[in-house]
């Protein structure tokens, strides 16, 4: 019988994966947004070269660099979907009722 630990690696796997397409995704957004001043669109920019970057490195590279390069991966992510607003300024200003 197979430990449950194993099911749950193409389940996390594919998480993943579907969590760097939607940043991706936001980012791809931010970068070609008109509504966003330059340094915001830039950052979006950067997320795209870093996945450029990561993926393969991800992919190839020994295990024990990962967690540095994930701490860096999940930190301009954050940054990146933080500013992804400033892309919709029409959602970024609705207001939930008092």
């Known amino acids: 019988m197979a430990c449950p630990a194993h099911r749950d690696g193409p389940r996390g796997a594919g998480l993943f ?3 760097l397409w939607l940043w991706t995704a936001n980012a791809w957004r931010l970068w ?3 509504a966003a ?3 915001a669109r830039r950052q979006g920019l950067l997320w795209l070269a870093l996945l ?3 993926l393969p490195c991800a992919m190839f590279q020994d295990a024990s ?3 540095m390069v994930n701490m ?3 930190f301009v992510a ?3 979907m933080g500013l992804a607003r400033q892309a919709w300024p ?3 200003e609705v207001r939930p009722p008092p």
């Open 72 to 74: 860096l991966l999940f």
């Open 32 to 34: 070609h947004s008109g």
């Open 52 to 54: 450029g970057m990561y």
């Open 37 to 39: 001043p330059p340094w």
């Open 90 to 92: 029409e959602v970024a």
């Open 17 to 19: 994966s579907i969590l």
């Open 65 to 67: 660099l990962i967690p």
């Open 78 to 80: 954050g940054v990146t």
